[in-house]
């Protein structure tokens, strides 16, 4: 039996957590949200890794958000504080994933499935696939305002209003058209394209994609500029160094 999530990292530098829960189109756990931590949290300690796929098995779903099970037991609004208090701990450690980040939907992507796509770089899809968080339809729950404000950052408010309050989805050429969509490809071609894109982030520099990554997350989820620690970071490190050195020495030629 397949373990729920799982890390496989390849030899080109790319790694892939898997969710294979697909007989639960992908639903989380409480015990797969702590998996996942631990996953991110092993390819952060891995030199090796240099971009991370995030894609959920099947071939019907990314994540279709938290298994509605979980609720069964809450007893009061506190329990809600708690579970969104997790939540937000899972998608505020893939936004601060140093290396760059990719989700690849197959299929549909709701509730916390959308929000933890929406915190990876980039996103390619399925032209079946679908996003959106239709919960004014299903549990009558809300979403935090650090969700909202990420949602609204990439989709733009009227789209978030279909998703959240018309209870609607975008479907894949509407999210490529709004731009939060990379690309679609067909769900034959979905994996080869992730991995050349990871390919192409994988040949960049990680010095300049871990201080854009960092000052976007701060802009867009604290609404704070302070970047002083990033820019002593980047311009004090060999890479920078040695990239002037390589490009003043090509040039002199």
């Known amino acids: 039996m397949n373990e729920p999530i799982r890390l496989i990292v390849h030899p080109s530098g790319a790694a892939e957590i898997v969710i294979d829960r697909p007989e639960r189109h992908n639903a989380m756990t409480i015990a797969m949200y702590e998996s996942l931590l631990a996953l991110i949290g092993q390819c952060g300690q891995n030199p090796a890794v240099r971009c991370i796929l995030f894609r959920g098995a099947g071939g019907k779903s990314f994540i279709s958000g938290t298994d509605i099970a979980h609720f069964k037991d809450f007893r009061d609004g506190r329990d809600g504080v708690a579970y969104e ?46 996003f959106g968080a239709p919960i004014a339809k299903t549990l009558s729950n809300t979403v935090s305002s650090r969700n909202i404000a990420r949602l609204q950052t990439a989709f733009g408010v009227p789209r978030v209003k279909k998703m959240l309050l018309l209870a609607d989805y975008v479907t894949a050429q509407e999210a490529l058209a709004c731009g939060y969509v990379y ?46 620690d990033l820019i002593e970071e980047v311009y004090g490190s060999a890479r920078f160094r040695d990239a002037v050195t390589a490009f003043t020495s090509g040039s002199s030629k």
């Open 183 to 228: 690309e679609i490809c067909g769900q034959g071609a979905l994996e080869q394209a992730a991995h050349t894109l990871a390919q192409r982030l994988i040949a960049l520099s990680p010095v300049t994609q871990k201080a854009v990554k960092e000052s976007l997350r701060r802009i867009v989820v604290e609404q704070n500029f302070d970047d002083e």
């Open 85 to 130: 208090a997790l939540v937000e701990r899972v998608i505020d450690a893939v936004e601060r994933i140093a290396v760059p980040t990719v989700a690849v939907i197959d299929g549909w992507a709701v509730g916390g499935g959308l929000v933890l796509a929406t915190a990876c770089d980039f996103r390619l899809c399925s032209d079946a696939s679908r």
